[in-house]
């Protein structure tokens, strides 16, 4: 059985002839009552600090688990998130590959639409530049033949002719003389 202070303090003894000083054994017993009291305080203190320290180690524990369970989770996170990057990055590559391969199809068709276009208009070009030449030539020769037919007219003009045109010459003096001599012939008539 474990001993308190109370029971120290209320402790009786049975006389005896010669037996102890009741002062002193009381003394003692007051002595070793408050000697008990002050170890069971601080039994329950150094339990206190026991108890606060196993809360804290325990309070540390919890956040300890809660960190690694928050790290764990944070791992799983940043794993799916890589997962999810090479997957988006996968895609990301496919599509633009894709859109790639559309464009120089596109390219390729629009590329190939023009050079038919081209070749038409070429075609057609062409066809215009022999109906014109086929023009140019019609014109020119008709062109020709009515200069050739000028140059015979001009060949055969009067004034072309060295002894023609002296006779143009004396006619036309004949004509001047004449138109002369009738507008003397009648300023003398008006005169009279």
Same mark, same amino acid.
């Given at each position: 059985?474990?001993?308190?202070?109370?029971?120290?303090?209320?402790?009786?003894?049975?006389?005896?002839?010669?037996?102890?000083?009741?002062?002193?054994?009381? $003394?003692?017993?007051?002595? !070793?009552?408050?000697?008990?009291?002050?170890?069971?305080?601080?039994?329950?203190?150094?339990?206190?600090?026991?108890?606060?320290?196993?809360?804290?180690?325990?309070?540390?524990?919890?956040?300890?688990?809660?960190?690694?369970?928050?790290?764990?989770?944070? =791992? =799983?996170?940043?794993?799916?998130?890589?997962?999810?990057?090479?997957?988006?990055? $996968?895609?990301?590559?496919?599509?633009?590959?894709?859109?790639?391969?559309?464009?120089?199809?596109?390219?390729?068709?629009? $590329?190939?639409?023009?050079?038919?276009?081209?070749?038409?208009?070429?075609?057609? !070009?062409?066809?215009?530049?022999?109906?014109?030449?086929?023009?140019?030539?019609?014109?020119?020769?008709?062109?020709? $033949?009515?200069?050739?037919?000028?140059?015979?007219?001009?060949?055969?003009?009067?004034?072309?002719?060295?002894?023609?045109?002296?006779?143009?010459?004396?006619?036309?003096?004949?004509?001047?003389?004449?138109?002369?001599?009738?507008?003397?012939?009648?300023?003398?008539?008006?005169?009279?």
């Amino acid at each position: 059985m474990a001993l308190n202070p109370i029971d120290i303090r209320h402790q009786e003894f049975t006389s005896v002839l010669n037996g102890y000083k009741k002062k002193e054994v009381r $003394a003692f017993l007051e002595q !070793l009552a408050r000697e008990i009291e002050e170890l069971n305080r601080m039994q329950e203190k150094e339990i206190q600090r026991q108890q606060m320290m196993q809360q804290e180690v325990r309070q540390e524990a919890v956040h300890a688990s809660q960190a690694v369970d928050d790290l764990k989770r944070r =791992e =799983e996170l940043i794993s799916r998130t890589l997962v999810f990057a090479e997957k988006t990055k $996968a895609d990301i590559i496919a599509n633009a590959r894709k859109e790639g391969e559309n464009i120089l199809q596109e390219a390729d068709i629009k $590329a190939k639409r023009a050079i038919q276009e081209a070749k038409q208009y070429l075609s057609m !070009l062409e066809h215009q530049y022999m109906h014109l030449k086929e023009q140019k030539r019609q014109f020119l020769m008709q062109f020709r $033949a009515e200069l050739q037919t000028f140059m015979d007219r001009i060949g055969k003009d009067p004034l072309m002719i060295k002894e023609a045109e002296q006779l143009i010459d004396k006619e036309f003096n004949q004509i001047k003389e004449d138109i002369t001599q009738n507008k003397e012939q009648q300023g003398d008539n008006g005169n009279q």
